[in-house]
């Protein structure tokens, strides 16, 4: 991407899937704005003459080239850090689940406060919630040769940070490995 700011079209995220793309973009580039056709502010005022624009198309194989298959022996999600949401989401998939895998939930305390519920159903599948630190500065992540993961961002930071091998993968294919 370099300096040019993308714009993109036919997807509808919600703000969580905003902010993980925000983030693996400012992780993996120079990109510090972009727009999604009809959501961002400016591409819901302006007009964007896209005809002009050069176009990138990532296949079906590129993505599920970076679900391959590998072998893990942790798994990691909030990088960037849950939001109540998605602590919802993993309490969800949690419920009743025991983990067999290292998991570690990464929240600010004031999410992991508000939502101690949430906390709580998770913490008792034996994942943990670890706040007010990003999974690649966390000593934990370090102990590991390769980690799975929910998010671009985190594919981006974990080999060059933890020095571990990175997967990535759904937060529903996360609690998978984690409770396989």
């Not at 990464?106 to 406060?113: I, Y």
């Not at 590991?144 to 529903?172: E, H, N, Q, W």
Request: glycine share 8%; with cysteine.
């Amino acid at each position: 991407m370099g300096n040019r700011i993308p714009i993109f079209e036919g997807i509808r995220p919600n703000r969580d899937q905003l902010k993980a793309l925000g983030a693996a973009m400012a992780a993996t580039g120079a990109v510090a704005l972009f727009h999604v056709d009809k959501i961002t502010p400016e591409a819901r005022v302006f007009s964007f003459k896209t005809d002009d624009l050069e176009r990138v198309t990532v296949s079906q194989d590129e993505v599920e080239a970076l679900f391959a298959e590998k072998e893990v022996e942790a798994v990691a999600v909030g990088c960037p850090h849950c939001s109540s949401n998605e602590l919802e989401e993993l309490a969800g998939l949690l419920k009743g689940k025991t983990t067999t895998k290292p998991f570690y939930i990464f929240a600010s305390a004031g999410v992991a406060e508000k939502n101690s519920d949430l906390v709580a159903v998770i913490e008792r599948s034996g994942a943990r919630v670890i706040t007010d630190t990003c999974m690649v500065v966390s000593p934990r992540m370090n102990e590991f040769d390769s980690i799975m993961v929910d998010s671009g961002k985190a594919l981006a930071y974990v080999p060059g940070m933890c020095g571990a091998l990175a997967r990535i993968g759904t937060r529903k294919e996360c609690v998978e490995v984690a409770t396989g």
